[in-house]
C-alpha cells in the first residue's frame, strides 16, 4: 500500500475514532457526572480530552511509515 493511499485510509479511521470517542465520552460523562460537583466534571473533562490521543500512537506510525 502506497503512502498516500495508507494516509487517506488512516484519515478516515482517524475521524470515525474521533466521532466515537466524543460521543462515547461525552455519554460517559453525563451519566457518571450527574450529581457530582463542577470540579469534578471539569477533571473528567481535561482527562478525557487529553487520553484520546493515546490509542492513535500506532495508527499514526503506520500512517507515517514509510513505503
Known amino acids: 500500500m502506497n503512502t498516500r493511499t495508507r494516509k487517506a485510509l488512516g484519515c478516515f479511521v482517524l475521524l ?5 470517542y ?7 460523562g453525563g ?3 450527574a450529581h457530582a460537583p463542577k470540579w469534578a466534571a ?4 481535561i482527562v478525557a480530552g487529553i487520553i484520546w490521543v493515546a ?3 500506532p495508527l499514526f ?4 511509515r514509510g513505503a
Do not use: S
Request: no cysteine; proline share 4%; glycine share 0%.
Open 55 to 57: 490509542p492513535l500512537r
Open 22 to 28: 466524543a460521543v462515547l465520552a461525552a455519554t460517559l
Open 61 to 64: 506510525a503506520w500512517m507515517n
Open 31 to 33: 451519566y457518571v457526572l
Open 16 to 20: 470515525a475514532y474521533l466521532a466515537l
Open 42 to 45: 471539569l477533571v473528567y473533562y
